[in-house]
C-alpha cells in the first residue's frame, strides 16, 4: 500500500502536491478549509479569516509559459499575463485533467500536526482535522504543509508613532478591494511592494492625491519588456542565469542595474533602492503615473499627525485622509508546534527551504516558503517532485550527513521594524535546477546538443519554460518537447489578432 501522506491545503502547492503524490503512487488526503481550490487565487468579495485575499484586479506578475506547471500547458488562447479569474480556471482544469477532486476535503481545517509517539521509527504524523465542528483524528505516513504565506498580515503599528492620534481611516492592503474608497480623498501608501504599486495606481485614478513612501525604494519592471516580449520570458533564460552567476559581484550588480534602469532611471524617480538585491515590483504605470503628477514618491513615515503625516528629512506635514500599510504578512503554521518549525533568533532552519532540520526523519515538508525572481507555480511543482521522492526514500539526498551539518537558514524572519521581505528571494533558475539535479530531472544542454541540437539552443538561449524539467527523469512527459518548440507560438497567439494585409505596392 502506498505511504498515506497529508497535504494542508489545495492552493497552487497543496493541488502540485497531490499531484505528485499520485505520480509517485502514494496515497494524498488534501485537507482544505474553504469550499473551493484556488487559495490565494480564489477572489471573494469578502475578506474571510486565516485565508489569503484578493482585490479584483490582481493579474499575475509571470507569464503563463513561465507559470505553467510543468506537464500542463496553459490554453494557447489565454492572455500571456493572467487575470486571477482566468489563474483560478487553469487551476480548476488541472484539477480535472489529473482527478485530483476526489482527494480533496473541502471544509476541513487541520487543527493541529504533531508526531506520533514512535515517531523516531515511523516517522509518522497524529493530524487533527476539524470539519462542520466535528473533530478527527488521522495517522500519515508524511505531511506536507502547503497553506501558503498571504493569510496573516502584519501590521507593525507599533513603527508608526502618532497612528493613535490619527483621525482618517487606514486599513492592510490584505482588506482592500475596489478603489472607490479613495474617491476625492488624499491617499497615503505605506510600502512599496507590487500590491502597494497596484493600490497606488488605482487609486490615483479617482483620488484627489496619492503619495507612496517607501523607506528602501525597489527596482520597478514592466511585464512588457524588451520589443513588447513578457519581462520573464527575456530576464530567466539559461543564458541569463549563467551570465548573473559566473561574472564577479559588482559586474553581475552592474549589468542588473543597467538593465533595470533602461526603462526609465530609478534616482530620478525617487526610488534607487537602498539595498542592492531587491525583488522587482511589476507595475506597466507606476512611471507614467509619476511623471504625470498623480503618484508623489516620499521616504518612509516619521510620524502621524491628527489628518496628516511627517515623512523623514521632509519638515513640512502633508495632510492625508486615508492609510493603506501595504506591509506584508507574517508566516505562521498555527496548527504546528514549535519543536516541528522551530523559528530561533528569527530564523526557521529548513533545509533548502523546504525539511526542517532537526527532524529524526525527513517525514515533514514545508511548501511555497520562497520567493522566487520568477513564477511560484514551477517552483513549489518542483519541491514536490522531490518532496515525494524523499518520502519513497528514493534519492533522499536528506539522511546524508551534508543534511545533518549544513543547517541551511532557509528562511529569515526579520525583527518587526524591518520591513524585509520575509521570504528568502532566490535565483529560481539554479535553485530549480538543484532540486532537478537531485531527483534527476534536470535538463542537459550538452546532451541534448548532440541528439536534438535545435531542442538544445531553445532550452540555453530561449526562456527557462518548465517543461525542460520533464524531458529526462522520474515523471518524463511524452509532451515536454514540444510544449517547448511552440512556447512562442501560445506566446504571440493571444496578441498577434490582427495580421495585416499585405498591400500590393
Known amino acids: 500500500a502506498g505511504m498515506r501522506v497529508a497535504v494542508v491545503g489545495a492552493g497552487v502547492s497543496g493541488l502540485a502536491a497531490t499531484k505528485c503524490c499520485l505520480d509517485e503512487g502514494l496515497k494524498p488526503t488534501c485537507f482544505e478549509q474553504s469550499r473551493h481550490i484556488g487559495g490565494l487565487w480564489r477572489y471573494t468579495e469578502h475578506v474571510e479569516a486565516g485565508r489569503p485575499s484578493l482585490y479584483p484586479s490582481v493579474i499575475s506578475n509571470t507569464s503563463k509559459e513561465m507559470s505553467a506547471f510543468s506537464d500542463f500547458p496553459y490554453p494557447e488562447d489565454f492572455p500571456v499575463f493572467l487575470p486571477n479569474a482566468q489563474l483560478l480556471d487553469y487551476l480548476r482544469r488541472y484539477v480535472e485533467f489529473f482527478g485530483l477532486r476526489e482527494h480533496i476535503k473541502f471544509g476541513t481545517t487541520v487543527v493541529s500536526i504533531r508526531k506520533r509517539p514512535d515517531f523516531a521509527t515511523t516517522g509518522q504524523w497524529d493530524v487533527a482535522t476539524k470539519a462542520d465542528g466535528k473533530q478527527t483524528l488521522h495517522v500519515f505516513d508524511a505531511v506536507m504543509v502547503c497553506s501558503g504565506n498571504f493569510s496573516e498580515p502584519s501590521l507593525p503599528l507599533h513603527c508608526f508613532p502618532g497612528i493613535e492620534k490619527f483621525q482618517g481611516q487606514y486599513f492592510h492592503s490584505r482588506q482592500y478591494k475596489h478603489p472607490d474608497v479613495f474617491q476625492g480623498k488624499r491617499v497615503l501608501v505605506v510600502g512599496m511592494g507590487n500590491s502597494g504599486v497596484d493600490i497606488a495606481v488605482e487609486a490615483s485614478r479617482v483620488a484627489t492625491k496619492v503619495t507612496v513612501c517607501t523607506g528602501r525604494g525597489a527596482w520597478v519592471l514592466s511585464r512588457v519588456f524588451d520589443h513588447g516580449y513578457p519581462w520573464d520570458m527575456v530576464f530567466n533564460t539559461r543564458l541569463m542565469s549563467l551570465i548573473r552567476n559566473s561574472l564577479p559581484g559588482p559586474l553581475s550588480r552592474g549589468l542588473i542595474n543597467y538593465r533595470v534602469n533602461q526603462w526609465f532611471k530609478h534616482e530620478n524617480y525617487g526610488l534607487q533602492p537602498e539595498k542592492r538585491y531587491s525583488l522587482p ?25 491628527d489628518n496628516s503625516v511627517v515623512f523623514h528629512n521632509y519638515s513640512e506635514e502633508e495632510p492625508i485622509d486615508i492609510v493603506v500599510f501595504c506591509t506584508g504578512y507574517n508566516v505562521s503554521f498555527p496548527f504546528l508546534e514549535e519543536a516541528v518549525v522551530k523559528v530561533e533568533n528569527k530564523h526557521a532552519s529548513l533545509y533548502k527551504y523546504v525539511f526542517p532540520t532537526h527532524l529524526q526523519r525527513p517525514t515533514l515538508a514545508i511548501l511555497g516558503l520562497i520567493k522566487p525572481f520568477g513564477a511560484i507555480m514551477p517552483v513549489v511543482e518542483m519541491q514536490a517532485r522531490w518532496v515525494t521522492r524523499v518520502f519513497k526514500g528514493k534519492r533522499a539526498n536528506v539522511n546524508s550527513p551534508m543534511y545533518q551539518n549544513i543547517v541551511q537558514t532557509g528562511h529569515v524572519l526579520p525583527s518587526p521594524c524591518t520591513k524585509r521581505d520575509l521570504i528568502l528571494k532566490t535565483d529560481c533558475l539554479v535553485y530549480m535546477d538543484k532540486l532537478a539535479s537531485f531527483i534527476g530531472a534536470k535538463p542537459s544542454v550538452l546532451g541534448l546538443l548532440c541528439r536534438d541540437p535545435w531542442l538544445a539552443l531553445t532550452v540555453f538561449f530561449g526562456p527557462c519554460t518548465p517543461y525542460q524539467y520533464r524531458l529526462s527523469g522520474p515523471g518524463r512527459w511524452e509532451g515536454a518537447r514540444q510544449a517547448i518548440l511552440t512556447q512562442w507560438v501560445r506566446t504571440l497567439k493571444p496578441t498577434k489578432t490582427r495580421v495585416p494585409t499585405v498591400s500590393s505596392s
Open 281 to 305: 515590483v511589476l507595475n506597466d504605470d507606476l512611471p507614467s503615473y509619476i511623471l504625470t503628477g498623480r503618484i508623489t514618491i516620499k521616504p518612509s513615515v516619521k510620524e502621524f499627525k
